[in-house]
């Protein structure tokens, strides 16, 4: 946040550009400011009076030692706040990334894309957190990652201590204000980052799953240009080609084989009978497709560690299921809050239908001291909304037709957080799953009391429709 002592000295073209570029917001009055009586530039708590020959309807002033009761302008209170998720979105279109830019850690860190840069494919990030914050940011990163490693734009540089997977940038030395909006440099940023060679088979990336982690424990996500796994409250995305599946970004359009049939596996909800697998391909004849298959297992096996068997073939209805849960991708990922907490989440269901989810997250806070040009940083908490559709959700079909685990979750937001139903109820131990999954955070977010019989959220519920 930055106040008007410090704007003031701008070009005001500049302002106003940054705040026409929805970059910066005006912000609330300032709650202290610098004196500016005395010549010793103290800072002082702002206090208001009654005063009708204001248009506000009162005054405010700070109290000097020297000078007694100082009247303080209403122009010097401005203030404007930076839109982090503004400025995430006008640095992805600025790189012409691909893929859309989401929040990874609630109003401190965002995975802005992807694009090929210094030879390969990597994914860019953009952190506002304060310093202290590396190890929570490599940790998002980390479960956000794509591809081996990324690009990470930062505002103040942090301690290197985890970032290994991450070429660290200052906002200020890459990006520039143009006249259509935002500049990278590109060139710097390709010459600052190390080459290497196109990907072989025998360095395929395997992912960090739990060890003793079993393949109904794991859910798999498969897009057109990425690939997402959850397992035990943890999740990754990272690129086909880099999962050992051939890149299904091709100029003939043509995927891997065996990750259009991993695609099929999620559009029929993890079960391939043979006979629609000939319906679909009638040149398909079942001793190739069993190579394919044998193919896909040996490829999720090298990707994950899990125990058991992948993919199995029933002989009785002749039909090959995933031992692991598979969905098309186009769920919407939940936020997370800034201290990976279950009880910095609200979820309320609005009077439309649609479903908002609240998330604590620090902001950073900037000022400057007009008398020695210091700037000072400080973080405040707010909680940032965002809404989704239960449809968009994954949790309904249609707007009229909700899956059982939507329908427990509506049920619960309509009851303030507490649900009797048995402690085995289907619908809700998926609800539980499913939140698990869909925000990666520890711990069970519905608990159930065998002395009330009742299943208690432990974050905040609400709705604002009647039952």
Same mark, same amino acid.
């Given at each position: 946040m930055f106040c008007f002592d410090e704007v003031r000295e701008w070009p005001q073209e500049?302002?106003?550009?940054?705040?026409?570029?929805?970059?910066?917001?005006?912000?609330?009055?300032?709650?202290?400011?610098?004196?500016?009586?005395?010549?010793?530039?103290?800072?002082?708590?702002?206090?208001?009076?009654?005063?009708?020959? =204001?248009?506000?309807?009162?005054? #405010?002033?700070?109290?000097?030692?020297e000078e007694g009761p100082v009247h303080v302008p209403e122009i010097r209170l401005w203030q404007w706040i $930076?839109?982090?998720?503004?400025?995430?979105?006008? *640095?992805?279109?600025?790189?012409? *990334?691909?893929?859309?830019?989401?929040?990874? &850690?609630?109003?401190?860190? !965002?995975?802005?894309?992807?694009?090929?840069?210094a030879g390969r494919f990597r994914d860019v990030f953009l952190a506002m957190a304060a310093s202290g914050e590396e190890a929570r940011i490599a940790d998002a990163a980390g479960r956000s990652l794509t591809t081996r490693d990324g690009v990470l734009f930062v505002v103040q540089l942090p301690k290197q201590d985890g970032l290994d997977r991450l070429t660290v940038f200052d906002v200020a030395q890459v990006v520039e204000l143009g006249a259509d909006g935002l500049t990278v440099d590109l060139d710097y940023i390709e010459d600052a980052l190390p080459r290497d060679r196109a990907i072989k088979e025998d360095r395929i990336r395997s992912l960090p799953v739990p060890e003793g982690i079993t393949w109904p424990e794991i859910t798999l996500e498969p897009g057109e240009s990425s690939l997402r796994v959850f397992a035990r409250g943890q999740s990754w995305e990272i690129d086909p080609e880099d999962a050992g599946f051939a890149d299904s970004r091709r100029k003939t359009g043509e995927g891997d084989k065996s990750y259009q049939i991993l695609r099929f596996f999620a559009l029929r909800r993890g079960r391939l009978p043979m006979e629609e697998v000939k319906v679909k391909d009638p040149k398909t004849r079942a001793d190739g497709f069993r190579k394919q298959i044998?193919?896909?297992?040996?490829? &999720?096996?090298?990707? *994950?560690?899990?125990?058991?068997?992948?993919?199995?073939?029933?002989? =009785?209805?002749?039909?090959?299921?995933?031992?692991?849960?598979?969905?098309?991708?186009?769920?919407?990922?939940?936020?997370?809050?800034?201290?990976?907490? !279950?009880?910095?989440?609200?979820?309320?269901?609005?009077?439309?239908?649609?479903?908002?989810?609240?998330?604590?997250?620090?902001?950073?806070?900037?000022?400057?001291?007009?008398?020695?040009?210091?700037?000072?940083?400080?973080?405040?908490?707010?909680? &940032? !909304?965002?809404?989704?559709? &239960?449809?968009?959700?994954?949790?309904?079909?249609?707007v009229d037709r909700l899956l059982p685990e939507g329908r427990a979750l509506v049920d619960l937001l309509q009851a303030g957080g507490?649900?009797?139903?048995?402690? =085995?109820?289907? #619908? $809700?131990?998926?609800?539980?799953?499913?939140?698990?999954?869909?925000?990666g955070l520890a711990g069970d977010p519905l608990q159930f009391s065998e002395t009330t019989r009742v299943w208690a959220a432990t974050f905040d519920c609400s709705s604002e429709r009647r039952r």
């Open positions: 500049r302002l106003e550009h940054l705040v026409k570029l929805g970059i910066l917001q005006v912000g609330p009055f300032a709650e202290k400011v610098t004196c500016d009586a005395c010549g010793k530039g103290h800072w002082e708590q702002v206090r208001w009076e009654s005063s009708v020959r =204001d248009t506000l309807g009162k005054r #405010a002033y700070i109290q000097c030692m $930076v839109d982090a998720s503004a400025m995430a979105k006008r *640095l992805a279109a600025a790189m012409d *990334l691909s893929g859309t830019v989401e929040e990874v &850690l609630a109003g401190m860190m !965002w995975k802005l894309g992807r694009r090929r840069l044998s193919n896909l297992r040996k490829r &999720l096996g090298n990707l *994950l560690a899990a125990e058991g068997e992948s993919i199995r073939w029933d002989a =009785d209805e002749e039909a090959y299921t995933c031992c692991f849960k598979i969905r098309r991708a186009g769920y919407m990922n939940l936020p997370l809050p800034s201290d990976g907490s !279950w009880m910095s989440y609200q979820i309320i269901e609005r009077g439309d239908g649609r479903i908002a989810v609240g998330v604590k997250a620090n902001r950073l806070r900037r000022t400057k001291e007009a008398r020695t040009g210091e700037t000072n940083a400080a973080e405040h908490q707010e909680t &940032l !909304w965002h809404e989704y559709s &239960l449809v968009d959700l994954g949790l309904a079909r249609d507490r649900l009797a139903r048995r402690g =085995d109820d289907i #619908a $809700v131990l998926k609800l539980n799953q499913w939140l698990r999954d869909q925000t």
